[in-house]
């Protein structure tokens, strides 16, 4: 398989906010690793036989469900356990597991900002593929300069699911997804903007990174928290 590379990112606090309610929160982290690029298409027709037309581009239409389903394939490949296991649809995250997964929002938004507090890490047009550059598509990963992280487009290029619910009193079981995409601008290209989509679906302009990074616990972990979402959902809370 072509290789997953990892980064190192050290533990830390990041500041989330959700504009609903205009509220800010403050997540404290444990380290983890993330992927220095997004999946290629190169990367998921090896793992799970899907069409790879354009190999060094990020593996776009990618359903969050299938997503959750290549990184246990890739953890199978590497002789890792499992992060995730399914009841239908219904998705558990052992958070103690060492294997791939999807990064919690918290985790993505730390990664991307890299010690940065603007709206982008640096210049768009050096980090960044968007509507300025004029292409219709996602292009190749690593052509635009990383963040300090050493991470390649996090922000632009195409848009990356996470773990977290995006809504649960809004939109119920949609999940998150950050960074940007080719055809938005600078306003829409930031660490902060949250969007997120049903996880049956593909979007031409979604596809997703992994993460690693087993915790203490069953529910909880990096920001997120199984009991939290349902209190939310129940009580119509949302971000």
Request: aromatic fraction near 12%.
């Amino acid at each position: 398989m072509a290789d997953i590379e990892m980064a190192r990112i050290g533990g830390g606090a990041v500041v989330l906010y959700g504009a609903r309610l205009e509220r800010r929160w403050t997540v404290e982290l444990e380290p983890f690793e993330m992927g220095v690029y997004p999946v290629t298409q190169e990367q998921l027709s090896e793992i799970i036989s899907a069409p790879s037309p354009d190999p060094r581009r990020p593996a776009t239409g990618v359903s969050w469900l299938r997503a959750i389903r290549f990184c246990n394939a890739a953890s199978e490949w590497e002789g890792l356990d499992p992060a995730y296991s399914f009841d239908g649809e219904d998705v558990t995250w052992h958070v103690d597991s060492d294997g791939f997964r999807l990064p919690t929002e918290a985790e993505w938004e730390f990664a991307c900002r890299a010690g940065s507090t603007g709206s982008q890490y640096g210049p768009l047009r050096e980090v960044a593929w968007t509507s300025a550059d004029g292409v219709t598509s996602p292009q190749d990963v690593g052509a635009k300069h990383p963040n300090l992280n050493g991470l390649f487009d996090t922000l632009g290029n195409a848009w990356e699911w996470c773990w977290d619910l995006l809504d649960p009193a809004r939109y119920g079981e949609y999940r998150v997804f950050r960074g940007g995409g080719f055809a938005d601008d600078a306003w829409t290209v930031r660490a902060s903007t949250r969007r997120g989509g049903h996880p049956r679906n593909g979007q031409d302009d979604v596809g997703f990174r992994l993460a690693r990074g087993g915790f203490d616990g069953t529910d909880a972990a990096q920001g997120w928290s199984a009991a939290l979402d349902a209190e939310r959902a129940a009580a119509g809370e949302s971000r």
